[in-house]
């Protein structure tokens, strides 16, 4: 097994001060921009960073829908779709499928057949590529991603990156969200996209373990975390708006969740531990966001009858770091089963916006490995309502500890999360991926696929 290496350098521009030469890059994920939440939060800021360096990027992607789970405007007109489903944005040429998309519950069968849509869509419109790219990025999910990619790659002759945000097939089967005899033919299929990437990457060590437990690849599996936006994700100074709509006073301590309404997120504990905490008329409550499973949540508020809890959609991208200001703290939990598939992109920008946070996760896993290195908040037991609810009323309790937790963590992600510093590095990735494919498909003899 060989070895990628970055420059050492976390110059944005490659090593030795020498510029990364641009490349053209042919970018395969169903999530993208003007969704705001997850991995459509990080494809627009990686191909956007790119494209501003001249290189030349084509985002293959789907109909917006998530995580509202409906289409916005104007992408639920025919008239938009007539152009030919392509925009630019950022400098990006964006190519968008249209699929449709399931209403809320959601099985794991119906994100099946939205995922087939949109990479059935994809594999089509990719022959009218009329320039092949150097380089081809696959993002997961949908892991199947990596078939699309690495069949128009065999076809370009051009290496892929197998970039994996989320462990689909791995959350499906420990959420139990699809049949085990299913989820067995998908973990097959998903060792053969392994096995055939050129270079796989992941955005967290525990991730990189479970993938190592999966496949041999070809190469070293390379961590690419995710980034903080601490240019715009900043501490909110001043009169606070929301709190003054919400009619507070600094008195009152604001506890929130903000993100995605999903399984994997543990809603039904958080709810579970506010309830416990009602009796502190003095906590009050938010959770904004937006998902599958809101009308379930909305139904179990009503059934504990939690006071002082707000339901408030997600806030607009203008607005977040203000939002999240709002609050003094925010909870961040995660199931004990979902552990190590996902890493929760929010909490970097709660600590970028230096607010402390309080997650559930146990010893080991990439998420309390971030927490408790970053020292931006508490780690208690996950799936443990009496635990949570502890550690909400000593972090509420302790004006002191919040104020370090945040300094800390919006020190930590400056330092080391930095997207100039991470996208930098990774491009220098995909630069020696590409040379050194060129160097290999120059072999005489070699086989060409």
Not at 88 to 110: E, F, W, Y
Not at 151 to 179: C, G, T
Not at 430 to 443: D, V
Request: hydrophobic letters at 45%; aromatic letters at 8%.
């Amino acid at each position: 097994m060989s070895s990628w290496h970055a420059p050492a350098s976390a110059d944005p521009h490659g090593s030795k001060g020498k510029a990364i030469s641009p490349l053209r890059i042919a970018v395969i994920s169903l999530y993208y921009a003007p969704e705001q939440t997850g991995v459509s939060y990080y494809n627009p800021g990686m191909c956007g960073w790119l494209a501003a360096r001249g290189w030349q990027v084509q985002m293959h992607t789907g109909t917006p829908h998530y995580p509202w789970w409906r289409v916005p405007e104007p992408y639920s007109q025919d008239a938009w779709w007539r152009g030919g489903g392509v925009e630019q944005m950022d400098g990006v040429v964006v190519n968008r499928v249209r699929h449709a998309v399931p209403a809320p519950p959601l099985s794991g069968l119906k994100r099946m057949k939205l995922d087939f849509a949109y990479l059935w869509g994809t594999m089509l419109t990719l022959f009218a590529v009329r320039r092949r790219p150097h380089v081809v990025v696959a993002v997961a999910p949908p892991f199947l991603t990596g078939l699309v990619a690495g069949f128009h790659a065999w076809r370009w002759r051009v290496p892929v990156n197998y970039h994996i945000q989320d462990l689909q097939v791995d959350a499906a089967r420990e959420l139990k969200m699809l049949p085990n005899i299913l989820c067995s033919v998908l973990e097959f299929l998903e060792r053969i996209i392994l096995r055939r990437m050129r270079l796989v990457s992941t955005i967290s060590t525990g991730m990189r373990r479970r993938i190592q437990q999966k496949s041999v690849v070809r190469n070293d599996i390379a961590i690419f975390p995710n980034w903080a936006a601490t240019g715009t994700m900043r501490p909110h100074t001043g009169v606070n708006a929301y709190r003054r709509e919400w009619g507070l006073d600094e008195r009152q301590v604001v506890i929130a969740y903000s993100g995605n309404l999903g399984k994997k997120q543990g809603l039904d504990l958080l709810l579970a531990a506010f309830a416990r905490l009602d009796a502190e008329s003095h906590l009050h409550f938010v959770i904004a966001g937006e998902g599958a499973d809101r009308g379930e949540l909305e139904a179990e508020v009503q059934r504990l009858g939690v006071q002082r809890l707000r339901l408030l959609p997600l806030a607009p991208a203008a607005r977040l770091a203000e939002f999240l200001s709002a609050a003094d703290l925010h909870c961040v939990p995660q199931r004990r089963d979902a552990a190590d598939t996902v890493m929760p992109s929010k909490l970097l920008n709660l600590m970028a916006t230096a607010r402390p946070v309080i997650t559930t996760a146990d010893a080991g896993t990439s998420l309390h490995e971030a927490v408790t290195r970053s020292g931006c908040g508490l780690v208690v037991e996950p799936d443990n309502v009496a635990a949570l609810a502890d550690g909400i009323l000593r972090l509420a309790s302790d004006a002191a500890l919040r104020e370090r937790c945040g300094t800390s963590g919006r020190a930590y992600v400056t330092h080391h999360l930095d997207i100039d510093r991470l996208m930098g590095r990774h491009a220098a990735h995909l630069q020696i991926l590409a040379r050194c494919h060129q160097r290999y498909s120059r072999r005489p003899g070699h086989d060409r696929r």
